[in-house]
């Protein structure tokens, strides 16, 4: 079962009512306890260690500032990794230096390769070579790979057309593989 999937347990149920209620030590509790899940979010959406802390202290303020819209019906996991994505994204959109959008022809024209070379890597070495991606294509691969966004969704979230997000997606796969070609060598 995914995050997604899974109910708001009791525990997580009681912390955030005493978070609604300005307690500041589950407030605390809250940040301690959810600050480790959330790093990796911020990681992999960004490229450096200070832009992933400015990240955590963004999502941090969005979950504090929208707890009450929370409907205790899901996981509260699964609500604060779609804040922690979509904060990433704001500040992708902020960040970014030119559109997102990718030309038809040059979408249909790109396939898909074998990527098998990945399976003989640890997730350490795969997540440095996804950190040196430019932000658009990490965020896309992030959003698919990893998140399990669908196209529909990257393009939302993004701002782009589906058909951008695939290529975003294959360039990504397509670069990976051949850092992680020359990281082998």
């Not at 960004?46 to 019906?73: C, I, P, R, W, Y």
Request: some cysteine; charged content about 30%; proline content about 2%.
């Amino acid at each position: 079962m995914s995050d997604y999937e899974r109910k708001c347990t009791e525990e997580e149920k009681l912390l955030v009512e005493a978070c609604l209620k300005s307690d500041r030590k589950a407030q605390k509790q809250l940040y301690d306890t959810y600050a480790r899940r959330m790093m990796p979010i911020c990681i992999r959406y960004t490229n450096d260690t200070d832009s992933a802390h400015d990240l955590l202290h963004d999502g941090f303020v969005k979950v504090f500032t929208h707890l009450q819209d929370f409907k205790f019906e899901g996981s509260f996991d699964g609500w604060m990794r779609r804040i922690f994505v979509n904060t990433a994204l704001e500040q992708l959109r902020k960040t970014a230096e030119r559109p997102y959008m990718v030309d038809v022809e040059e979408a249909r024209s790109l396939t898909d390769s074998d990527y098998s070379v990945m399976d003989t890597m640890s997730a350490e070495e795969i997540m440095q070579c996804i950190q040196r991606l430019p932000a658009v294509y990490r965020t896309a691969f992030n959003m698919y790979a990893v998140d399990g966004y669908s196209h529909k969704e990257i393009a939302d979230a993004m701002g782009i057309t589906e058909s951008s997000s695939r290529v975003y997606l294959l360039r990504a796969r397509q670069m990976l593989q051949e850092m992680i070609k020359k990281y082998r060598k």
